[in-house]
Nanobody, 124 residues
Framework: VQLQASGGGLVQAGGSLRLSCVAS????????MGWYRQAPGKQRELVAR???????NYADSVKDRFTITRDSAKNTVDLHMNSLKPEDTAVYYC???????????????????WGQGTLVTVSS
């Protein structure tokens, strides 16, 4: 399963950006899609994720500023980022967790895929 992310860039503090990610390949289903980020010198951390049933999780640092949306029919997930802060600067990674195809198109083994990362830089 391949993930292609886009939408990063340079923005001033207080500005907005939208990241988009699309999953492709052969799979049975995607249970979770989301976004993680990694700032220089720091570990990768969860930003936001959404299950197939619509349950959402956000990092405390982005609540009320970021919104995750997902189109399960198109296998896409977007991250709408508002009121950006310099501390949001990081490489953002799209992720997907789900099931590959098993016998008779039943769910097979699970997969956990990552996109290539897109850089978001917020200037002060």
């Amino acid at each position: 399963v391949q993930l292609q992310a886009s939408g990063g860039g340079l923005v001033q503090a207080g500005g907005s950006l939208r990241l988009s990610c699309v999953a492709s390949g052969t799979f049975h289903s995607i249970d979770i899609m989301g976004w993680y980020r990694q700032a220089p010198g720091k570990q990768r951390e969860l930003v936001a994720r959404m299950t197939a049933t619509g349950d959402e999780n956000y990092a405390d640092s982005v609540k009320d500023r970021f919104t995750i949306t997902r189109d399960s029919a198109k296998n896409t997930v977007d991250l709408h980022m508002n009121s950006l802060k310099p501390e949001d600067t990081a490489v953002y990674y799209c992720m997907a967790y789900g099931s590959l195809v098993g016998k008779g198109w039943s769910p097979g083994r699970s997969f956990n895929s990552w996109g290539q990362g897109t850089l978001v830089t917020v200037s002060s």
